[in-house]
C-alpha cells in the first residue's frame, strides 16, 4: 500500500499516521519524488483501512498493491480447482454444462427437459424453484414443491442439481437436498447469505452482480470460503450497461483475467446475459472459444409456455445442436 | 400493452396469441400500419407474463403502456405521502436530516455525534450496527451491542433511530427497537428481505441499488408496500458509472423523476455517493435545491479514528455550517 | 410510431397533433385501452420530429416502431454484403484479418510486420499514421511520412491497408493512398467527418464509439453510406463501463445483433477492447466462435519499445499461432 | 510514477526497464515491499509512455501520481479564472447565465428568444446554426445563415453569442463572428478539430462527452490551452449510464470535483442532461447549489413547433422564474 502525501506536507503532520501504523507492525518507507511525497507501506496491510488513513489531511490518495483475497487468489493456490461433485467434474480442464428450465414448473416438464438435456451431454440439471423476480405480482417459483421436483428428476437421471437459495430460509433443504446452491446476481453482495451458505460446506454456483466487479465478484466468493466451503464456482452472466439491444453485456473477457488471478472454475451463462434465446448459441460458443470451464444454459421443452424467461429459453433441438457445436469448439482450440 | 408483429405474418400465426390473451380476459385490438402490424392489448396487463408472449415466432417487441407498480405510483394516491415517525415528520414539504456516524463504536462515540447532530437540526439519527463490507475480514459492526447503544441514544436524545438491517435473522430485534429499519443498496433486490421487513409494518428507508433504475427502485418498495409496510422512504445513493473521480455517481434527476412517479418522499445521501467528505456539502445543498425531501449524511467526531467509512464523513462543525446553509437554500426555492 | 397520451385527455387537446401531422401525410389510428389512450401513426414516420410532438402537452411518451436507418438496414438488403478490397474479400462468408502495428515507425518496422502477418494469413495490413491520443504531449504518429511507409508496405507485401483519418483536411491523401479508410472510436459520431469520408466512395471502416448504443453505430454507417460508400464494415471494439480490470469491455454479442439488423460485416478488435496483449488471443478466438467476419488485431515486432499502446501488441509468433487457432475455430462452427 | 513488478522478478529482467528510462533523465528508486517489488519513478515521467514500460515482461502494473494536464490544473495556477468575454463576465464568483433555442430557426425565433432571455437576466445568447444529428435525415442546422441571424440577434440585443462548431471547414467564419466557439460532447475527443479551434485564441465552451471521464475532459482542455486558446470553460452536459428516465445522468458531482481540480469555470447543461423541460428548472438550480459558475439553457418561444430538442426547451416564461429561484439560491449559499 502506497499513501501519496499532498504537496507541502510536513513532517508534522504526518506523524499522527507513523504512530497509529506502527503499532499495527507495518513498516513506512519514505519515497520522495521531485514533487510528490509518498509512503510505501510494508507488512499485512489487509487489516489496514483505507477509510481512516485517508482521514489524515495530509493525504492525498491511497494505492493499494496487494490483492485483497487470499483464500480464492492465485498467490497462495497457483493450479486450477477441480470439484468431483456427485460423480461429475468441473474445472482444471473438466468442461461441464449445467442445463433445464429457468423455473421448476411440474413433474411432466422437469423429467422430459432433464432427460433431454441428458442424452445432449449436460453434466448438471438447473431449474429455479424460488425465483427472483422483479414484481412482487410475479410468479416466484414452486419453493419447496420445486425442490422435491428436481429431487425427483435426480434420482430419475442421476443428473446432480444446481439450483437457487433466495434466502436463510430454507437452508437446511439447500443443505440436504441440493448439489450445488447458487446465489444469484442481486444476492452477490448479501453478505448475510454468502457467508450461512458457506458455512453449509456445498459446492456454489456465484453469479456476478449486475454491476459487480470481477475483483468484488472475488471478494463474494472469498465470503464464502472464508465461511467453509472451498468448492465455489463463478459464473458470468452479463453487466448492466447503456446498450439496450441485448438484457445485459456479457463480458466474456471475465474469462482470461479471472484465468488469471484466481483457480476457481468460471461459467457463462448467455442466457440470462442476453435475454434471447437467437444469441444464445453464438455468445455459449464464444464463451467456450474464451476458455470457459462450462456453460449454463435455459433449456424448456415448450418455451412459449413457460412461467418465466421463455424469451431467453433453447429447446432440447437447440440446445442439441450447440452441445456439438461445443464440442468442435473445445477441440479446435485445444 | 402493444405487441409489434414480425413483417409479413399472417392471422395463423397470431393464433395461439389470441387464444393465450383471451383465456386472460384481455381485449385485443389490431393496429395495421403501413410497414408493420401490432396488437394493442387492453385490460389488466400486469399478470401477463411478456416472457411468454415474446416466445411466440410471430412477436419482434413488445411495448409496456401502464407502470408496472401500482401502491407505490401516483395513479392511486395522487397526494404526496408524509409520515409521523415517533414526533419527527417527513414528506408532503417535511423536511428531515438523519445524520450520524457510519458505524456505532462505543457509548461515547454515540452520545456526542447524536447531542451535537440534534444540536444542528438533525430529525433522526442514523448508525450502523450491521455493516456490509466488501471484504470478510474488515469490521463488520458490533451487530447487538450497536442496536443496544443506539436505543441508548435514542433515550438520551430523543431522536429516532435508523439502522440497516440485512438478514432476517435480527428481524425481531429491529421490530422491537429500531423507528426506522434501512434496507442497504447491496440488498434492494434481496426480495425474501424485503418481504420479510415489510411485513413488519415498520417505516422503512429503501436505498437505490447501485446499478438499479429507478423504475426498479419502484418495484422493490412496491414489494414492501405488498408486504405491509406502507411507510417506505426511496434513497438515492449513487450509482455505478465509468467515472472514477468519484466513489458512485449522484443521480440527483433522481428526486424530480420520483416526484412525478411516486408519492413515497426521497431522500439523498451523499456521503455514501460520492465517497469524499469535501463533496458532501455541496451535494447536500444541491440535492435540497433539486427539491429533496430530506438528507441523511454521515457525521463522526473524529473521523480519522472512524472504524469505517471515515474519509466520507463530515465532523459536528462541517454539520452544523451545512445545516445553517441548507436552511437558506430550502427558504430559497419556495 | 405510437402517441402514448396522458390520462384523462379530451380531444380539443389531441386538435393541435392531428392538425400538424395531417399537414404531413401522416395517418392517425386511434388505440383505446381502459386506462390509456394512444394514437397509431402509419406512412412515413421518419420526417416526424419526436421533440416537436413531445412538446404537446397531452403527449406522455412516444414510441417508434421502425428502424431508423435504411441503408445499413436489411429491410431492403436481406443478404450479406461482400466487398471485394483490392483483391481480397470480407463479408458473407468470407473471413479477413487486419493486422499490424498500432503506429507506423519506421521503414524497418512496418515491413518486417506486414512481411509477418501476410506469412501467417492476414488479409489487410493496418497502421496508424495519424494517431488519436489522450494527452496533446504524447506521439501522435508520423502523419504523411506514416502514410507513405504504408504505402510502400503495400507495394512490397501486396497487403491492401486499413489506416485512421482524423480530419478532413488529409481527404485527398486518403483518397488516393488507402485502401480502407478507417474512423476511429472517437469520431463515430463526428458527423461532418462521416459525411465527407462517405463522400470519397471508398471502403470505411468504422468503429464503434465507447458509449454508442448498436442502434448509434448503424446510424453512423448510415450517414456514410447517404454520403456516398456503399462499402462500410463495422467493428466493436469495446464499450465503456465501471469495470477496471479490462480497458473496455467487449461487447461481443454486438456480432449476433448486428447480424439480425444490418447486412454490413462485422469485425472485431480485441487489442483496443481489453488492453492487454495476453487477453488478446482468447477474445479473437471467442469473436470468431460468436460468427464474427473478421478481426482487427494489433502485432508488433518488438512490443516493449513500441511508441504507441505496446501494452496491447502482440508479436508475430503470438499472431501465427491465433490464426492457426482462428482456422479451427472458423471449421468447428461451420 | 510507480512501477509494480510482478513477484519473483530478478535483478536482470529489470535490467532494459533502467536502461529505457535512464536515457530519459528518469531518476528510479527501489521499493522494496515483503511481498512486492516497485520501482517509483522521478523526474519528469509526462514524457515515459505507460504503454512501451507496460511491454516489459516483469512489470504488472503502473500507477501515475502526477496529473497528467498542465495548462487546466490548479498546480501552475492556483486561482480560479475569470474571463471577460464581450462585456461579460464568468468564473472566480462571475456568474453567467447562457440561454437560447437548440436551433436557430428564424429571425423572428431567435430575435425573440434573445429579448426575452436577455429581459430575465441571460449574459450569453446560445443557439444552434451546426446541429450534430443521430440521423442523416434529420434537421441539421441552418448553417451559415444561421450564424448571419445570431450575429443579426447580436446586434439588437448586445449578447455575446455561443454556438457549436462542427467542422474545420467552418473555422473562419467561427473566428469572425462567434464570441465563444462551443465544441459538442461528440466533438469532445476529435482532437483535431481541438486543435484547430484552440489555435484561434477565442473563448471556447467544451463540453463533455458522454462517456469521458473528469479527467478526459480536462485533458481535451489541455489539447485547446497547449493550441492557443487560455479561456475554456467547461460543461457537464450529463453521462450516459443504464438509467433511461432521463436522456443522460446529470453528474453534479463534477462541479465540486473540477473546482478542486482546475481553475477553470465549470458551467451546468441541465436541459440536453435531462431531456425533459419539467427537469430543468430543479436540475438548474441544484447545479447552481453545487456552486456552478454558470447554466447553459434550452429556451424556446414556442416548444411545440421546434425544429430540434423542443421536448427539453423551456419557455421565456419558465425561465424567467427559473432565474429569480437561481438568484436566491446563489445567495443562500454565499
Redesign the interface.
Known sequence: M?L?LK?GVDEAEIE?IRRLLTGQNI?M?D??????R?I????DT??I????V???PCVERI?R??E?YKLAGR?FHPADSMYEISGRRIGAGEFAVIAGPCSVESEEQILSVARDVKASGASFLRGGAFK?????????GLGLDGLELLRLARQKTGLPIVTEI????YLDAFAEHVDVIQIGA??M?????L?QVGSIGKPVLLKR???S????LL?AA??IM??GSQEVILCERG????????RN?????????LR?RTHLPVVIDPSH??GYW??VE??A???????ADGLIIEVHNH???????????ITPQVFHRLMR?AD??R???R
Open positions: 502506497i501519496i504537496s499522527p513498516i518507507q519515497i520522495v519524488g521531485e514533487t510528490t509518498m510505501g507501506l510494508a507488512g489487509s487489516s483501512s483505507e477509510d481512516a485517508m482521514c489524515f494505492m498493491i496487494q485483497p498467490k427472483p423476480r422483479t414484481s412482487p405480482y410475479a410468479f416466484r433466495m434466502s436463510q430460509e442481486r444476492n453482495q448479501n453478505f448475510a447469505l457467508q452482480g449486475l454491476s466487479t470481477l475483483e468484488e471478494m472469498e465470503y472464508a465461511g453487466i448492466r450497461t447503456f446498450e439496450t439491444a441485448t453485456t456479457l463480458d466474456l473477457s471475465a474469462i482470461p483475467v488469471q446475459a442476453t437467437h444469441l453464438p455468445m460458443l464464444a464463451a467456450v472459444a474464451a476458455g418455451p412459449e409456455a413457460a412461467l418465466c424467461d421463455g424469451a431467453q429459453s457445436k468442435a469448439v477441440a479446435a482450440i
